[in-house]
């Protein structure tokens, strides 16, 4: 850390030394997903391996393009146009049209990222704005869900068993098991709880993500819709809330973004996500609220380091007297 005294500049304690590069921990999470995207292809057929090759190409591309017009320093070997893809293709059902996803991704790579100085800099995560880019202008080519090809019939459209809950409508013929494996409707990266946890086991053995933050989110949402349950107070289902939707995608992956370094800002920031997902999902028009959750969560990291600062090693700061 450097300190600044007057005209001199001084190097103060602690110094943090990480022998991994951006490169290796994007790398972790690719390989973190791997087993996701192989259930997702399992369960949707091709079309789940057609979008995810179709929106990591185009995030390549896109980031690649746009810095060699704006001639500025190449990223695209650093893999995280490859995870943002990657996540993009994740957040959105197998019934997606490719260039829905293409749009996407070059919104989220060029907008979101690239706009405000690229990785490290952008104010969200780019791959759920690329899908609240799709929910805002083209809602339908993100809403057709369909059952696995793994139900004991071909793909035909359903609701999730987050919709059907949420309205009261039986789920019945989904069990619970089926919600842990992924078999059942949905995103094509969010329905394998299994699989989801492997990867995510996979990121905290590497020492890549803050597994309080991802505790405190998944906490936050499951204690809200247990208390504050359509059935009456403290008579929420715990487990369909937890194996259904996008929660675990959104805790083991997304809310762990990099977007502040201080644990107590990233905890706090998990627990608004947590109320404002748990909120849209009791109250709100839609059934599901992860990306709403962790986007709001995101535009408020600024604020919410200004009020919780962390404390700066190595320095005593005195009140100047009047």
Request: glycine share 10%; aromatic share 10%; net charge positive.
């Amino acid at each position: 850390m450097k300190l600044k005294t007057g005209n001199e500049l001084h190097e103060v304690s602690p110094h943090i030394m990480i022998n991994r590069s951006t490169k290796v921990i994007m790398q972790d999470v690719v390989l973190a997903m791997i087993p996701a995207l192989l259930g997702s292809i399992y369960f949707f057929g091709i079309n789940a391996l057609i979008l995810v090759v179709s929106a990591v190409t185009t995030c390549v591309l896109s980031e690649y393009i746009w810095q060699r017009i704006r001639k500025e320093q190449l990223t695209t070997n650093d893999w995280s146009a490859v995870v943002t893809g990657i996540l993009l293709a994740f957040n959105v059902p197998s019934t997606t049209p490719i260039w829905a996803v293409m749009l996407a991704s070059v919104f989220a790579i060029i907008v979101v990222k690239q706009f405000f100085g690229g990785i490290g800099s952008n104010f969200a995560n780019p791959a759920l704005m690329g899908r609240a880019f799709l929910l805002f202008l083209w809602p339908a080519s993100i809403s057709g869900y369909v059952t696995t090809y793994h139900s004991g019939v071909d793909a035909v459209s359903s609701a999730t068993v987050l919709g059907l809950y949420k309205s009261g409508s039986d789920f019945s013929m989904f069990s619970k098991w089926d919600m842990f494996i992924g078999n059942i409707p949905g995103c094509i990266g969010e329905t394998s709880t299994l699989l989801l946890l492997i990867g995510f086991a996979y990121l905290c053995y590497r020492r890549v993500v803050n597994t309080a933050a991802t505790g405190a989110y998944i906490a936050t949402v499951l204690l809200m819709t247990f208390v504050f349950s359509r059935d009456g107070l403290f008579k929420g289902d715990i487990l369909t809330n937890l194996l259904s939707g996008g929660l675990i995608l959104g805790a083991c992956f997304m809310m762990t973004d990099y977007a502040s370094v201080a644990p107590r800002v990233k905890v706090t920031l998990a627990v608004i996500a947590g109320l404002i997902t748990a909120g849209i999902r009791l109250w709100g028009m839609l059934p599901e609220g992860v990306s709403y959750g962790i986007l709001a969560a995101n535009c408020l990291s600024g604020l919410v380091e200004i009020i919780i600062r962390p404390h700066i090693y190595g320095v005593r700061l005195k009140k100047q007297k009047n």
